[in-house]
């Protein structure tokens, strides 16, 4: 069975560093991996999806990697802001005989960046 | 991009009382709605996923005869919580799949209903 890990579960930086938001998983049999970023109260936003085929994708100042042989992906998100608080969520999308696995999530990392 | 709306955004109601949320694909047909449920610093646990026109399908532990999901058309699923407790009190988040071409699909959240049963 699936489980998805995510590492630390809360995180404080000051604004400006760098964020690291560690996510692991035991099948590497997978579709694809994504990170969203969940604010309190409120539904999912997609960040990134990471083809099983890729490394990395990027978008502005965010990066996820993926290493699925080894069960790891890693999103860095460069010079933090307060607006970048929230939870962030990994999710992969399980090979399964449905053509398309359902997404098992992670439980979070909650992140705080003060100004 | 895809909008998924969910009404309403906020519910209380007493304990024994039915709750009917209902998930809204806006702009895309969804041939296929999931319903997941999230309790406070815990992920997303997926309770069943439903096709249009078909029966729904649930997740091992999820009773069937307590949450009724109905997708009766390809914009529109609801979640029915029967004779609500306290227990149920929860974060529920529909999600719309949304296909692209030949095996290729997206998949959009709404932004969740806070149910508290009282």
């Known amino acids: 069975k699936q489980e998805v890990t995510q590492i630390p579960a809360a995180l404080s930086v000051p604004e400006g560093e760098n964020l690291v938001l560690n996510c692991s998983f035991t099948d590497s049999a997978i579709y694809n991996l994504q990170w969203f970023r969940q604010d309190p109260g409120k539904g999912l936003t997609s960040l990134l999806l990471i083809q099983s085929s890729q490394r990395e994708q990027t978008s502005g100042r965010l990066n996820a990697s993926l290493d699925k042989s080894s069960g790891r992906s890693t999103l860095y998100i460069a010079a933090s802001q307060p607006g970048d608080s929230a939870t962030y969520l990994c999710?992969?999308?399980?090979?399964?005989?449905?053509?398309?696995?359902?997404?098992?999530f992670g439980a979070g990392t909650q992140v705080v960046v003060t100004p | 991009g895809a909008v998924v709306s969910q009404h309403p955004s906020w519910v209380i109601c007493k304990s024994g009382t039915s709750v009917k949320i209902e998930c809204r694909s806006l702009d895309f047909q969804a041939t296929t709605m999931f319903w997941y449920r999230q309790f406070p610093k815990q992920s997303l646990m997926l309770m069943a996923t439903?096709?249009?026109?078909?029966?729904?399908?649930?997740e091992q532990g999820v009773e069937k005869d307590k949450f009724l999901i109905n997708h009766a058309s390809l914009t529109l699923s609801t979640l029915t919580v029967t004779s609500a407790h306290p227990e149920d009190s929860s974060f529920y988040i529909c999600?719309?799949?949304?296909?692209?071409?030949?095996?290729?699909?997206?998949?959009?959240f709404g932004p969740g209903t806070r149910l508290t049963v009282t």
């Open positions: 999710a992969v999308r399980p090979m399964t005989t449905d053509s398309w696995g359902k997404l098992q």
């Open positions: 439903s096709n249009e026109g078909s029966k729904a399908t649930y």
């Open positions: 999600s719309a799949r949304e296909k692209r071409g030949i095996g290729s699909y997206e998949q959009y």
